[in-house]
T-cell receptor
Framework: GAVVSQHPSRVICKSGTSVKIECRSLDFQATTMFWYRQFPKQSLMLMATSNEGSKATYEQGVEKDKFLINHASLTLSTLTVTSAHPEDSSFYIC???????????FGSGTRLTVV | GENVEQHPSTLSVQEGDSAVIKCTYSDSASNYFPWYKQELGKGPQLIIDIRSNVGEKKDQRIAVTLNKTAKHFSLHITETQPEDSAVYFCAASKGGSYIPTFGRGTSLIVHP
């Protein structure tokens, strides 16, 4: 089945620094990947849709200059949290869909802690 | 847009009992309904899905039912085990490239 790999699983960074999270589709090509943010005991909040070879589409209220998304190939999307602050601490999850499927496969998530 | 309501938010059962989680959706054009299981600290994993041309689907101890007329679908877990404890999310989408809308999740706790 479709496998999505996400790294790192956990990261702790200092305020003001930037953190990059990678999302790879291992056995399929994904023209579109999605980035979600999840607060404790809450549902998945879609942040942006990452499109291969073009700019990402951000949901309302998500700062595109803070959450930089790059989808340089059909198997890799990255989310960079720039100038991180403690309020950016959260669980970030990516997902992707194989073109011949309706189902979305999620990565294992990244726990970001900004100190 | 689509709106998905999920109930209950928390469900506590004894090992061996059955568990039922219910979701309703608003967009009659939705035709794909996946269920995800999310264990603590991990990403959601697809456990079962159903399409609008089917009323019920089973996979061992889990089953999903869909009532298109009433616009609701349910997840049924029989003979629950402690390892079934997790957060379960339902979702609805129009399939293909349409982004699914997720419910708010149900925290299932199975007591040994």
């Amino acid at each position: 089945g479709a496998v999505v790999s996400q790294h790192p699983s956990r990261v702790i960074c200092k305020s003001g620094t930037s953190v990059k999270i990678e999302c790879r589709s291992l056995d399929f090509q994904a023209t579109t990947m999605f980035w979600y943010r999840q607060f404790p005991k809450q549902s998945l909040m879609l942040m942006a849709t990452s499109n291969e070879g073009s700019k990402a589409t951000y949901e309302q209220g998500v700062e595109k200059d803070k959450f930089l998304i790059n989808h340089a190939s059909l198997t890799l999307s990255t989310l960079t949290v720039t100038s991180a602050h403690p309020e950016d601490s959260s669980f970030y999850i990516c997902s992707a869909r194989a073109s011949d499927s309706d189902g979305y496969t999620f990565g294992s998530g990244t726990r970001l802690t900004v100190v | 847009g689509e709106n998905v309501e999920q109930h209950p938010s928390t469900l506590s059962v004894q090992e061996g009992d059955s568990a039922v989680i219910k979701c309703t959706y608003s967009d009659s054009a939705s035709n794909y309904f996946p269920w995800y299981k999310q264990e603590l600290g991990k990403g959601p994993q697809l456990i079962i899905d159903i399409r609008s041309n089917v009323g019920e689907k089973k996979d061992q101890r889990i089953a999903v039912t869909l009532n298109k007329t009433a616009k609701h679908f349910s997840l049924h877990i029989t003979e629950t085990q402690p390892e079934d404890s997790a957060v379960y999310f339902c979702a609805a989408s129009k399939g293909g490239s349409y982004i699914p809308t997720f419910g708010r999740g149900t925290s299932l706790i199975v007591h040994p």
